[in-house]
C-alpha cells in the first residue's frame, strides 16, 4: 500500500491511467472507523502511536487453554458482547445467536458514515453498495451446535448476512456481498466498492474488513504455518523479528463519489491485487513482487521516486521483510532524491489479517495524516467564526447527546468539523431518541458555552411561528451583533439600497449603541422593519418554515414579508413612508399603556377620550389616547392594584382617532 | 435470469447500455462444468432433464438423524470423498483436512477448462482471475476441532483457498478471491469475473459456486426460515408448491475475451445485482423486482418484450412465486407477440443456494441451447473431414485415455469437437501419466477406427528421424488418398506447375491407380520427388521437426529439401533432369539385387563384373550390374541358402561403372 503526500495534493508523473476513470467517476474515502485493539479512544490512540507505543495485551482470555503453543498476547478489541440490538433493527433472538462481526461492524458503519458528515437515515433507499472483507467465522462452530428455536442461528451466522445487515439496517439499494480473500480480504473489497461506483453500480459504497479470534486452536493452527512472536512485540523490518503477533480488528470506510463528498481523507487513485504464489516458486519472491509493484506504478501514472511513504505489511518475519524492503528498493529507490518513509501498523497492534490493509490505510489518512500533515496546514484560526455556533446533536440517550457536545466544547471550534456534525444532525436519525443542541464561540481562543439543551424527543411536529412585534420592542444598538451573520448584514445592505438616497443610515440606525432607535419615529419604523427582514433572512436560511406568521403594527408588514406578499423593497419602503407620515404630521401629543384587563371589561371603565387600541388576549388590552388622560388612567389603575404600564410610542396615540388623519 | 434466443444471435433493440464495454472488452461464456444432483453422466442428465425426471433421492445420508424437521429428500452429489490428491498438487494431510468444496471445485474447474478446449498446463503464468461464491462451510466445525499436526486444517478450512488453490494448482496471476452473497453468490461472482476482464485485471477468469450440506442442522435451520418441500417435488410455479428440495451442487465457467475463445456458450452483455430487501417492506415486493427489470432491460438495451425465455429462481414458495411472476408479466409481457417462456433447475434439482444461478444458466447455455438449440442448427455432415481424423487425449493412466477416445468414437465425428479436444491434449498436461492417440473416419455415417494407440509417457524426448526412401518404393496411386491433404495437394501443384510445361501431369502420374509409377523411369523419379515434398510440407504443417533426416538416392534430394538446402521447384527440376537422363541415355540393360551378405564379404565373393551399389548394414548390400550376370548370381546365392532379391530399377545398375557416363 503506497501513499503518497505531495504537498499540492498531486501525484507527480502526471496521469496516462489505462484504467482511469473520467473526472465524474472520481471516488473517495469520505468517512473512517476502526475498532482496532487499544482504540477505545481516538485521542489516546494517537498519543500511544506517537510515542511508538504497543497495543498488545496479556489479556485474559475469554478461553482458559495451557496449550503450550497458544501466545499469551494478543491484540484484542474490546467489548464484543456489548450490542444495541434495538438501534440497528436486529432481533433479540437473532443478536443472541449472530456471530459477533456482524454485530459489531454495524456499529463500526454507522461511526463511518458519521464521520464523512451523512446522516445515516438520508441514505435510506439510495443506490449504495456493501462489500465486506472476512475471513474465519469462529462463532459459527458454536452456533451450530445450538439447538434453539427458530432460524436464527442461519442467519446469525451467514458471512452474506455481514454485508447484507447492513444493507438492511439502512435500507440500501445495491450490491452486497461478503468476500474472502484472506489478508488481502479488506483491501479487494475496497476495490469493489471502487469499481461499483466507477461502473455505475451504486453511487456510494460503505467497505469494510474484520478479524476476531475467539478460539484458541486459531493461534495454534496459524502459529504452525506462520511465526507468531511469543513476546509481545511485533518487530516489523527488525533484524530481530521473530514473528507478528495476531490481532482482531473491525474497520470501515464509507466510500463517495469526489463531488459528494463533504470530507475527503484520500482518493482512490489506483488499485491492483494479484495472486502471485508460484506453485514452482518460493516465498515472497522480491522479483515478482517488484514486477508487480512496478506493474502497479506504471498503470497509475505514478513516478515511484515520487513516492513519500510506504505503509507496508511487515510480517516480521525476516526472509518475508526482506523480501518486500528488496521489492521496495528496487522499483521505489532508483532516482530517489529523499529518504522513502516505510512503516507498518503491524508493529503498533499486531496483525489484523483480514482487515490488516484497511488497518494501514486508516492509521495513514486519519491518524497520521490528520494528525501530522493536515492538522499542520490546517490553521484553525483562519476558519474560525465571526458569531456563535450552534452544534446540533443526536443520541440514544440524553446522555449521548452531552456526550457528543461534550466533545465538540472540549477543544478549539472548528467550522468544518461542525458543518460535518450539522449534516449528520439535523435531520432526526432513527431510532436515536434524545436530540440537543449547544451554542459556542470562541472567546479568548476559548471555548464558550452559550447555551445547551437536550431532551427525549418524541418526533410529534409542533407547528412553528414567526411573531413580528410592533413598536416597543426595539434598543439601542439591536443590530450590532446580529451584523455579525452574512445572511442578516446582506439584507441591512439591500435595505440600506433602498434608504441611503433617502438621506437615511440603516447600518447605522440599527447598531449604534449610542443612538437609540427612539430618537425618533421614522428611524424607530425603518429599525424594526430592516432587522425584521434580516432575521426572517436567516431563518429561512437554516431552514425554518413557519407554519404560520403573526404580527402586529410594524410587525403586519414583516408577516406580509415572511409570506412572501411583500418583497424587502416594498417592506422597508412601506415602513419608511409610515415613519415619514408619523413625524411630518401634527398630532396630538399621545401616549399608549398596556392594561391588564381584558377589552370588554376595558371599554366599559374607559375614559371618553382614550381609545381601547389593541386586544391582547382576555385578561389584557393596550390603550392609546393624549398623553395626560392616559397618564392619568394609568395611575388610577395601578392604584386600584390593576396592572397598567406605559409604552414607549414616541408620543403618537396610534391605534386611535388621534392619528385617524394619516389614514 | 433471462436469456435472448433470437435466432441471428443478436440482440433485439439496439444496444445502447451506458455500461457497455468497447468490442475488445466482450467477454463470453467459453467454459462450462457442474456437478449436481443426479448428473454422473452429461447423457443421462440430458435424458431425465427432458422426460422432466427428479433428480432429487430419498438416499441413505452420512448422518442419521431422526429428526422430524429433517426432510428425507435431498439433492446429493455424488463421490464426496473421492479426490486425486496428487494430480491437484494438494498435500495428502491437507486433502485429508480440506473442506469437500475445495477439494471437488478443482475437478470441476479441469473440466470447465478443457470444455473450452485450453489446455490447463496452458494458463501457467497468466493473467487469470479466479472468482468463488459460496456460502456455508459446514466441514470448518469439524475441523477446528481437529487437534491434529501441522496446520492444515486452518488451509483445508480456509474458504479464501476454495479460489486461491485453482490460483495456486494452475500458477496462475490475477486477482483471487471467495465471495459470500447467499443465494446470488454464483452470480454475483459471473459480474464480478466479467468485471474484472472489462476492466483489465486479468485476461480471462475461472469464475464458479458451490453448495455442500454435510450436516442435519443445515436442513432443520433452513425449513424455519424458508419451506423446504417433504414429498421431493420442488413444484415451481404450480398452485400446490409447498417449499423447494435443498441440493448440493459445484459449478464452474470459464470466461475469455471474445477473441480469445475456441467455443461459445454465452456472451455477458450485462448484469446487475442489487440488495432490494426493504427493512420496511414486504417479502419480493413485485413493484421493487419489476423496477429492477425494467432498469436491468433499460441498461441492457434490450427490449423486454424480444426476450423468449426466462431462467427463473422459482422458490415453490408461493408468495415468492407469485411475486416473481407478477415482475416479470409487468415487465416481460407488455407488446409481446409469442408466449414468454418461463422455467427453473429447481424443479429438477431442486434448490443449490449459492450456485443455484450459475445452475440455472448451465441448464439453459448447455443442455438445452446445446440439445435443442444449437444442435437444431448444427450439420455434422456439413463440416466432415475428407480425411481421417486424429484424436490426441491423455490422462492419469491409460485407461482415461482410452475413456475420452471411447466417447469421441461412440457418436458421428465432430471436427468442431475435435478441434477443441486438440488444444486441449496436444500439449502435455502436467501429471497426466498417459498419452495416446486414435485416428478415426467417417464411412458410410459410421465412425470407424483406423488406429488407436496409448502408453505411458515418461516425458522423455526421444530424436525425430524423417527418411527419405529411393527408387523400389513407389506403388501405382500411391498418393492418391494423400491428395485429400489439402498441404499435400498444395504442394503437388506447386510441382505441377514445373512439370507441366515439361509436358508431365504429376496427379495422374502419382494418384492414377492403373498407371504403375513404373512406367517410364522419368515418372518414377519426379512422383517419389513430389511425394517427398508434399509428406515434408505435411509433417512440417503438424509442427514436427526432425532432429535428423536421411535418405538414400533420389531420397538424397528429399533430405535436401527437408533441411531446405533445395526449394520444392529446384528439387522438383533436379528429380526431372535425372530421370531425363536416366531415359535418354543408352546404358547396358542392367539389374539390381539386395543382398544379406555384408560389404566386407560381398566385395570378396563379388563376381567382377558386378559392383557392390549400396553399403546398407552390417549384414546387407545391394549390388548392381548386366541383367544376365546378376540374375545369374542371385540365383547362385539364394542355392547357397543366402537371401537375395533382385530390385526394380528400370533396367539401370545404378550405383555401378556402367551409368559412369550419365556423370
Redesign the interface.
Known sequence: MVFNLNDDGERAGGNNA??AETSSNRVVISGMSALMPGRNDLEEFNKKLYNKENFVVNQEPLWHSNHPEVTPYRGKIADLDRFDAQFF?VHYRLAQSSDSTSRKVLEQTYQAIIDAGVCPSELSSKRIG?FFG???D?S??LL??F?GK??S???G?????I??RI???L????????????C??SL?VLQ?GR?AIA???CDAAIIGGSRIML?P??YI??N??VPISFDGKTKCYDVDADGHILAEAITVLFLQKYEDAKRIYAEIYHM?????????GKYRDPAKWSKHLEKFYEEAGVSPSSVEYVEGCGAADPEADRAELQALEVVLCKDRKKPLLVGSVTSNIGSTGETSGLCGLIKVSKYVLIVSFFNLLKDVTRSQSQIPLMVLASGRQESGVQKILDHIKSKELDPEEIALHHGVYKTKILNHMARGFGIYETVNNKTVTRSEKKRYYDSAARPLWFVYSGMGSQWAGMGEQLMRIPIFAAAIERCDRVLKPKGLDIVDIISNPDKSMFDNILNSFVGIAAIQIGLTDVLRAVGLVPDNVIGHSVGELGCAYADDCLTDEEMISLSYSRGIVSTTMEFVRGSMAAVGIGFKQMSKICPPDIDVACHNGPGSCTISGPEEIVCKFVNELTGQGIFAKELQCSNIAYHSRYVAKAG
Chains 1, 2 share one sequence.
Open positions: 489505462t484504467t433493527m456493501v472476512n475471513g474465519f469462529e459459527f462452530k451450530y451446535s439447538h427458530g432460524y442461528t442461519l442467519l451466522s451467514s458471512k452474506t448476512m454485508a447484507n444493507s438492511y439496517w435500507n440500501l439499494r445495491g450490491p452486497s456481498h461478503t468476500v474472502e480473500a484472506s488481502c480480504s479487494v469493489l469499481d461502473r455505475g453500480y478460539q486452536q486459531h493452527n496459524y504452525r504455518m491492483k491485487s494479484n495472486f502471485s504464489y508460484d506453485n514452482f
